[in-house]
């Protein structure tokens, strides 16, 4: 190697070549995974940077926009990426797009705290995009530049960028189009984006975020705006449900963490508690969460024995029996975050349980000390949890003892040949006569099928003991062989899962929806793992058959299908299917059983954004957003095969 100063400088591109090409190579590394969440990821990166702005004081309004030709527009008006010339001869704006870590932490001191790790920034989503252009608005001019996978295809005058125009104000305007390549899919889910975006509004109060997408016939555009953050929040999270107290917000702050809280408590047999660290959220909670959990139950224990509401004999109610309807959310800011495990999703610094502690300790006291009646309507609400949890661990007990659950004893199921539990499949069907059709169809050798009549029981609201003297919810425990467990208990075990694929199969109307709707929320509260370790599926038949005067048949899918098919040909007659009742055996294997030709929803619950949505809408008192929720969702269908 030779010393000149060119030389140096080929050298540090090739460095900076290789960051990129590492990502390209292992994109889950970066961005988690290469699936549509993945992709999603994507936008949020940007979104996360113009944040950054947001939080060092420069930038109060972020545009996004999923533009009709597939790609994303993340607008903002921070103080722009930096275009001058860096010290390794081009502009900085290419080292920041180019350069693994570098993004947004590029000047270290301009944010007193950031996204951490999970900031990785701007040039991931440049190495993972087909081309990206970037304009950035500083000092009056409008600077240019753009890259194709990753890498300049601009060439510079003494390293600095072209400027295509005048501008007023200051800002970076980055359009990218996912490489699909790399990715398993590249249509942006809308839903998911505006939720996180929404989020992203509540924890910034002083934040506009706008949402557009243009890719459909109908435009849709979105403003998020919430003056009153992270209450505002709760309030809009509990909206569907009766309200037991008002919704309380405080904030503090404790050897340099800022900590900010705010609960309320609804008519409802669950908790929600989120996480947030320097406005990211933290699905598998952490450090901030045990320091909150920890001193509302001390406190809450503490009160119901001065209020004689626990005696002394009584044991002290536990953490869940105390936040038993609670919703809350926790937001912190960290000036170094610390993140356990593969997913980086559970805060770790032991920090933030004592500063959240003393912040929440502190704050509660003054708060219920004056709000006596919230107080007690809160205790009422553990006094009930506790009732439930004792009756359930006897229920339990009894019927643990009482019954010996064995694979054959379940008269309706008609089993698969197999017992290579990673080949085989079982599917829920609905009803007695598709349940023989598919009986029928079914290749027995992996695939079993479990009839079920009419309509199970509703968990959301029965005691344990209710749903376990349910026939139907018997024999599917039975069937699965793994047993049931409230939320994330011990009796659960999936490792004994019996099945790969656990399919539903119902009608596509407002009962076979309903049915789903009763087993997936069967599933979420007393067999989580199902879901949570992607076991199951919803079938898909097919809506219409089409016979055209000439040619073969064809099933469609869906109306976006049929469209498609109309557009195609001239002369078919349509067929409608109204329910898996009306196909023959041989039409169920073609359309609804034949791995290599049905399609499956696989159910996600992609983290506690979904599932807080899922388990209201799920298990909400209202019937309409349930039925969209499953409809949703049916028409984001995934080919299987
Ligand atoms: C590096 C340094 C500075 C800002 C940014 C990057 C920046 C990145 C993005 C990505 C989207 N919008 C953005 N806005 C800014 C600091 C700028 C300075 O010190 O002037």
């Known amino acids: 190697m030779n010393n000149t100063g060119k030389t140096a400088y080929d050298a540090a591109s090739i460095t900076v070549l290789e960051g990129l090409e590492a990502v390209r190579k292992r994109p889950g590394m970066y961005i988690g995974s290469v699936t549509s969440k993945g992709l999603n990821h994507l936008v949020y990166e940007i979104v996360d940077n113009a944040v950054d702005e947001h939080l060092a004081g420069y930038c109060d309004r972020i545009t996004v ?23 390794k001869g081009v502009s900085a704006e290419r080292i920041v797009m180019t350069t693994l870590h570098a993004g947004g932490k590029f000047d270290q001191n301009a944010y007193k705290t950031s996204g951490g790790l999970h900031g990785v920034g701007s040039s991931v989503v440049n190495a993972l995009s087909a081309f990206l252009d970037i304009e950035v608005r500083r000092d009056g001019k409008v600077y240019h530049d753009r890259y194709e996978r990753g890498e300049p295809v601009i060439p510079l005058e003494k390293g600095l960028l072209p400027v295509i125009g005048n501008a007023r104000g200051t800002g ?41 997408d243009l890719r459909g016939d109908a435009p849709d555009e979105q403003t998020f705006h919430e003056p009153e953050g992270i209450i505002g929040f709760v309030r809009d999270l509990n909206q569907n449900e009766e309200a037991v107290s008002d919704p309380v917000f405080f904030r503090g702050e404790s050897d340099g963490i800022e900590v900010e809280v705010a609960f309320q408590y609804v008519n409802e047999f669950h ?6 660290c320097n406005n ?38 536990t953490g869940s029996d105390i936040r038993n309807g609670m919703t809350a959310v926790i937001s912190i800011k960290h000036p170094d975050p610390r993140f356990e495990g593969q997913t980086k999703t559970k805060l770790d610094n032991q920090d933030a349980v004592k500063a959240v502690s003393k912040v929440a300790g502190d704050e509660l006291v003054l708060y219920f000390d004056r709000h006596l009646e919230e107080l007690k309507a809160i205790l009422s609400c553990a006094e009930k949890a506790a009732k439930i949890r004792k009756s359930e661990e006897k229920a339990k007990t009894n019927m643990l003892s009482k019954q010996k659950y064995s694979f054959d004893s379940n008269g309706k199921l008609a ?72 939320g994330y208990g011990n009796d659960f075990d999936i490792s004994k899962l019996r099945y790969d694929k656990i399919i539903i199969m119902a009608d596509a109307d407002v009962d076979g ?16 793992d199902l879901i949570t370790e992607g076991h199951v599926y919803i079938a898909m038949p097919p809506l219409y058959k089409a016979l055209p005067s000439r040619g073969e048949e064809e099933y469609l899918y869906d109306d976006k299908a049929l469209s498609r098919y109309r557009k195609n040909h001239k002369n078919f007659t349509l067929q409608r299917y109204k329910g898996l009742g009306e196909m023959d055996a041989e039409q169920l294997w073609e359309t609804t059983l034949d791995p290599k030709r049905r399609r499956l929803k696989l159910v996600e619950i992609e983290d506690a954004r979904l599932a807080s949505a899922t388990t209201e809408l799920l298990m909400g008192n209202e019937v309409p957003p349930r039925r969209d929720f499953i409809y949703r969702h049916a028409h984001d269908a995934d080919i299987d095969a």
């Open 65 to 87: 926009t999923l533009e009709k030709n597939g790609s994303a527009t993340v607008s903002d008006n921070g103080r722009g990426i930096p275009v001058n010339m860096h010290e």
């Open 172 to 212: 970076t305007k980055i359009n990218f189009l996912p490489d699909d390549t790399i990715f398993e899919k590249t249509w942006f889910k809308e839903e998911d984006i505006k939720s996180r975006l929404h989020e992203t509004a509540y924890l910034n109060p002083k934040l506009t975020i706008i949402f557009k």
């Open 271 to 276: 908790e929600n508690v989120l996480g947030f």
């Open 280 to 317: 990211i959220y933290n699905s598998e909670g952490g450090t901030h969460l045990t320091g909150f959990k920890t001193v509302f139950t001390n406190i809450m224990n503490t009160y119901a024995r001065d209020l004689g509401i626990l005696k002394d004999k009584d044991q002290n109610f």
């Open 415 to 486: 089993n698969c040949e197999s017992r290579d539990a990673s080949k085989c499949e079982i599917f829920i069907v609905e009803g007695d006569s598709a349940g023989g059709s598919a009986k029928t169809a079914r290749d027995r050798m992996y695939q079993a099928i479990l009839p079920i009549r009419g309509k199970i029981l509703n968990v959301e609201k029965a005691t344990i003991d209710k749903v376990l003297a349910n026939a139907e919810i018997k024999s599917m425990i039975n069937a699965f062989g793994c047993g049931f467990s409230e």
């Open 513 to 528: 929806a309903h049915i789903s709707t009763l087993l997936l929320t069967l599933f979420y509260r007393f067999m989580r």
